[in-house]
């Protein structure tokens, strides 16, 4: 049957963006449900719909608040991206490297980062490094792992058949490996950039005057649970939109790739 | 065989342990702080300690919070039976439905103020001037803090603001990348004087006449309803636990630090115990036991609230709302 086929509606419902947006509202009916089903009171959960007006009536503040926190996202994955990925290939490509560095790494991300959060601004004081830093932390490591899986699964017939063709060692990496390792780059780079939003919540709860953290805090403060949840759904729309901009790149660089010959399929 | 021998020891004590509770058949409560352990709850590990709560047939479990917020959501939820928290923010919360009340208040002179290491000659308002003062956001200080500057004179471009949480406020002050930071004389300062070695001079709000109650004992108005009884011998043995504890601060100390030994310095927690007890006394009622909090102290808690801590004032009510006497020795 061809997908023309069908009536109108049913193709609207049935369109890749449609199925999460459907999802989501069916979550928000079951949340409002819940709340009334269950009388659970106000200062515990608050409903959808004061959510929804805190959303509407501060939007220009959680705007502002958005953007600051969108910055130190942005830094600190590009720190993540310009780090993580040079030092993958040390890794991948020398054996001696990988077992200085490997444990070290893990042993790193293993480190809780809220508990070390607050020496950050001992450190870096109270500007928007110590978040970019904490961003950082946060999502330096998927990008390394990623990329080293990436770099080391490259087929071993590939390199032959480029090294019986006297291929030079750059061209082989630029024609071979590195593109063969593009998919697992960007599997780490979407790990990378929701976790760095984490991390650049973290940064400004424990010391910032911006920012979608400092926001919460007030809020918490104040048993504003509404303007809280707002402020949570702005700060996983900056994880989806950027989450969505790497895979619009992804798509740019490596469009023959097995998760994306199936048009527009997997985002989100 | 020494193994094994510990092994019986440690079941017959538990078999004791066990046999006695049993016997007695106690109101088990649980009692959930404002945060981590420090010499501001040391007379109720003393009242612990010496059997207070026992001898009102009340078993009594201390827990630790992390922050007054949480303490009064688990109260109004029924994980906690008693919150000892910030009475200002269970006014915000309970003015917002939280089913809470408080049923003693233990702070009724406000220790918050802003301070400074004493070497840095920051001693009157004025002094704040081109300072850095570190603050959380949100927190009931913060709030309070604008009228503060009102009542001194003084105006936010006077001097420079950072944010951060708890512990980075104390940082911040430690390292130098502030000069002052708001907080309360028996917890900020005695903490910094710990991390520091240094002394603190602190400014106290209500020496410029702002004052509001602090911490106080909270709890869930259907529980209140349902056992009185429990209530009330609780709250006799909080008040005999809050006078032994001021008259003697030492032992109180030493039981905090018997009981959770990470939870200060005995020397400095002396020191805050002793501030501690001198916030036991509000403006209005001198000669009150503890716990027993004055109406016109409390009136002027809530009209703070109203003008400054963001308490919306149609939704407010009457300061009699959100405390009782009735329940106290």
Request: glycine share 12%.
């Given at each position: 049957m061809a997908p023309n086929a069908r009536p109108l509606w049913k193709r609207v419902l049935l369109s890749a963006w449609a199925r999460p947006v459907l999802l989501v509202i069916l979550l928000l009916v079951m949340w409002d449900l819940t709340i009334r089903i269950f009388r659970i009171p106000p200062y515990l959960i608050p409903t959808p719909w004061a959510v929804v007006q805190q959303l509407v009536g501060e939007w220009p503040k959680l705007w502002r608040e958005g953007l600051v926190t969108t910055y130190a996202t942005l830094g600190g994955f590009g720190l993540a991206i310009a780090f993580g990925i040079p030092m993958a290939l040390f890794i991948a490509y020398s054996r001696t490297i990988e077992s200085f560095v490997y444990p070290l790494l893990v042993f790193s991300q293993s480190v809780p980062k809220v508990a070390i959060a607050p020496l950050f601004v001992v450190w870096f004081?109270?500007?928007?490094f110590p978040k970019i830093i904490c961003a950082f932390m946060l999502g330096f490591f998927p990008i390394v792992v990623s990329t080293v899986m990436g770099f080391k699964s490259v087929e071993p017939d590939m390199i032959d058949l480029a090294r019986s063709m006297k291929a030079s060692k750059l061209s082989t990496f630029m024609r071979i490996r590195f593109p063969q390792a593009l998919p697992s780059i960007f599997a780490g780079l979407k790990v990378s950039v929701t976790l760095a939003v984490v991390g650049a919540v973290v940064g400004e709860f424990v010391g910032?005057?911006?920012g979608i953290g400092y926001l919460l805090q007030i809020a918490n403060g104040n048993f504003d649970l509404p303007l809280m949840f707002a402020g949570l759904t702005v700060l996983s729309g900056i994880g989806v939109l950027l989450f969505v901009v790497v895979d619009v790149v992804e798509r740019l660089l490596i469009p023959w790739h097995a998760s994306h010959r199936n048009d527009f399929a997997a985002t989100a | 065989m020494f193994k094994r021998l510990t092994l019986i020891a440690a079941a017959l004590v538990c078999a004791l342990a066990g046999s006695t509770a049993f016997a007695q058949a106690k109101d088990k409560v649980t009692l959930m702080l404002n945060?981590?352990?420090?010499?501001?709850h040391a007379p109720l590990y003393l009242g612990l300690e010496r059997g207070y709560f026992a001898d009102e047939g009340i078993d009594l479990d201390i827990q630790e919070g992390r922050g007054s917020g949480v303490t009064i959501q688990a109260v109004a939820a029924g994980t906690a039976t008693f919150g000892y928290a910030d009475i200002a923010t269970m006014i915000k919360a309970a003015s917002k439905g939280a089913p809470v009340i408080a049923v003693?208040?233990?702070?009724?002179?406000?220790?918050?103020s802003v301070m400074g290491f004493a070497d840095k000659n920051?001693?009157?308002?004025?002094?704040?001037?081109?300072k850095t003062v570190a603050v959380t956001p949100g927190d009931s200080m913060s709030q309070v803090w604008p009228l503060f500057l009102k009542k001194t004179g003084l105006?936010?471009?006077?001097f420079t603001t950072v944010s951060g949480d708890a512990q980075t406020k104390l940082n911040a002050v430690m390292t130098g990348k502030a000069d002052l930071l708001l907080g309360y004389v028996m917890d900020q300062a005695i903490k910094l004087q710990d991390g520091a070695h240094k002394e603190v001079y602190p400014i106290r709000f209500a020496d410029y006449g702002v004052n509001m109650v602090s911490s106080g004992i909270v709890v869930q108005k259907d529980y209140l309803k349902a056992h009185p009884d429990v209530v009330k011998r609780f709250l006799k043995a909080a008040t005999r636990s809050l006078e032994e504890g001021a008259k003697d601060p030492k032992a109180a100390v030493d039981a905090m630090l018997k009981a959770k030994?990470?939870?200060?310095v005995e020397d400095t927690a002396l020191v805050g115990m002793k501030a501690t007890a001198k916030l036991y006394k509000g403006p209005d009622n001198?000669?009150?036991?503890?716990?027993?909090?004055g109406a016109k102290n409390m009136q002027e808690t809530l009209t703070l609230l109203e003008q400054y801590g963001g308490l919306d004032k149609a939704t407010?009510?009457?300061?009699t709302d959100y405390y009782t006497n009735a329940y106290l020795p």
């Open positions: 004081g109270f500007g928007i910032s005057n911006s | 945060w981590y352990t420090y010499s501001e003693g208040v233990a702070l009724q002179t406000s220790p918050m920051i001693r009157k308002p004025a002094d704040i001037k081109g105006k936010e471009t006077d030994p990470k939870s200060g001198p000669k009150d036991r503890p716990l027993r909090v407010a009510g009457k300061a």
